[in-house]
C-alpha cells in the first residue's frame, strides 16, 4: 500500500511543464497523503485493538485471580468457623481446669488448717467437758442448786454451736463453690478468713491487725471463692513472717469510690523485684518441696480476675503488701 516519496518526485521532474501531468501529480501527492493518513488511522486501530486485547486478557486474569482469592476467602472463613470453636472449646476446658484446681487447692489449705482448727475445736471441747463435768459433779453432791446447773448447761451448749460453726464452716469451704453471684460483705469474709487462721497466729505469736472499712462495703461475688483469696494471700503472709523477730500481718478493708480495697501486707522481707512478675504464676515457688504448691497466687489471680477486680503488689511496701480491688455491688455489672 505504500507509495513512496521518491518514486513521486521522480515522476514530477520527468512530467515538469506538463499542466496535466503537474494535476495527476498533486492528485497523486492528495492521494499518498490520504493513504498515509489511512495507514495512520489502521495502525492507531490496530493499538487500539492490541491495548483492548491486553486490557482484556488483564481483565480474563484479574477475574481468575479473583475467583482464586474468593475460593481462598471461603476457605480461610471455614477454618475461622473452626478455630473460634475450637477456642470456645478450649476456653471450657480451661474453665473446668480452674475449677478443679480452686478445688485442690482448697483442699490443701483445708489440710493446712486442720492444725490450726483442731486446736481452735479443741477449746470449746474442753470447756463442754469443765461444764458437764460441773453439773456432774453437784449431781453427785446431791447440791440440785438448778441455777447453776442451768448456767453451765447453758454454756457448754453454747460451746457445742462455737464447735459447730467451725465444723459447719470448713464444710461450706471445702465443698465446689456454685457459680452464682451473690451480695458479699466484704468486712465478714475478712472475719471469717482471721478466724481460721486466729489460732495459728497465736501458736506463732504473729500479731494480726484488722483494719476494716466502716461502712461495711459489699461486691457481688461468690463468697467461698473469695475467702480462698483471703486465706491464700494470708497462709503466704504467715510463711513470710515465721522465724523473724516482728511478726505482723495486717488486713483491712478501703471503702473507694466505685470499689472496696482489701490489702494484706506482712513484716516479712517481700517479694524480690526480681520476682515480681513470676509469683502470679502457676507453679511458681520458692519454698521447699512439700512446704508450697506454687498455686495459692495464681488461684488468687484467676479468682479476682473472674469478680473482674484486680490484684497487685504495691512495692512502696516495705514487707509484702497485696492489694485485691474489687468493684462494689451497686457498681458491678
Ligand atoms: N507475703 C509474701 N512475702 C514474700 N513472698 C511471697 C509472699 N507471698 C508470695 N510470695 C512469693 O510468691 C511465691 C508464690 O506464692 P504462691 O503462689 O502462694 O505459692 P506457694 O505459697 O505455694 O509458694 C512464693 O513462693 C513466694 O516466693
Ligand atoms: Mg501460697
Redesign the pocket.
Known amino acids: 500500500m505504500t507509495v513512496s516519496n521518491a518514486a513521486v518526485a521522480t515522476r514530477g521532474e520527468h512530467n515538469l511543464g506538463d499542466e496535466s501531468s503537474r494535476e495527476a501529480v498533486e492528485e497523486l501527492r492528495t492521494l499518498h497523503k490520504r493513504v498515509e493518513e489511512l495507514e495512520a488511522h489502521v495502525l492507531f486501530g490496530e493499538q487500539r485493538r492490541r491495548a483492548m486485547l491486553h486490557i482484556m486478557m488483564d481483565l480474563t486474569e484479574t477475574n481468575r485471580r479473583l475467583s482464586d482469592q474468593r475460593r481462598a476467602m471461603i476457605h480461610i472463613m471455614g477454618d475461622l468457623r473452626d478455630t473460634t470453636e475450637e477456642i470456645r472449646r478450649r476456653e471450657q476446658e480451661l474453665r473446668d481446669k480452674q475449677e478443679q484446681l480452686v478445688q485442690t487447692a482448697k483442699l490443701a489449705t483445708i489440710g493446712e488448717l486442720t492444725t490450726g482448727v483442731a486446736h481452735e475445736l479443741n477449746d470449746p471441747l474442753n470447756n463442754i467437758g469443765l461444764y458437764i463435768g460441773n453439773v456432774l459433779d453437784l449431781m453427785v453432791l446431791e447440791t440440785w442448786d438448778s441455777e447453776r446447773i442451768e448456767r453451765d448447761l447453758g454454756r457448754a451448749k453454747q460451746q457445742v454451736a462455737k464447735a459447730t460453726e467451725i465444723i459447719n464452716h470448713l464444710r461450706t469451704f471445702g465443698r465446689a463453690a456454685p457459680r452464682q453471684r451473690e451480695p458479699v460483705e466484704i468486712n465478714r469474709i475478712i472475719d471469717d478468713s482471721v478466724s481460721l487462721f486466729s489460732e495459728q497466729f497465736r501458736l506463732r505469736e504473729v500479731e494480726l491487725v484488722l483494719e476494716l472499712a466502716e461502712q461495711d462495703p459489699r461486691v457481688l461475688g461468690n463468697p467461698i471463692q473469695l475467702e480462698q483469696v483471703l486465706l491464700?494471700l494470708l497462709?503466704?503472709?504467715r510463711?513470710?513472717v515465721v522465724g523473724l523477730d516482728e511478726k505482723t500481718i495486717r488486713v483491712s478493708s478501703r471503702l473507694g469510690q466505685d470499689q472496696v480495697q482489701v490489702l494484706v501486707e506482712?513484716s516479712?522481707?517481700?517479694?524480690p523485684k526480681e520476682?515480681e512478675e513470676r509469683?502470679f504464676d502457676p507453679f511458681?515457688?520458692?519454698?521447699e518441696a512439700g512446704q508450697?504448691?506454687?498455686?495459692?497466687?495464681?488461684i488468687v489471680y484467676a479468682i479476682v480476675k473472674d469478680h473482674e477486680g484486680q490484684i497487685y503488689l504495691d512495692r512502696t511496701a516495705e514487707g509484702?503488701r497485696f492489694v485485691m480491688e474489687l468493684p462494689l455491688e451497686s457498681k458491678a455489672v
Open positions: 491464700n497462709n503466704n503472709a510463711d513470710a506482712d516479712g522481707p517481700g517479694v520476682l509469683i511458681f515457688t520458692t519454698k508450697g504448691t506454687g498455686l495459692g497466687l495464681s509484702a
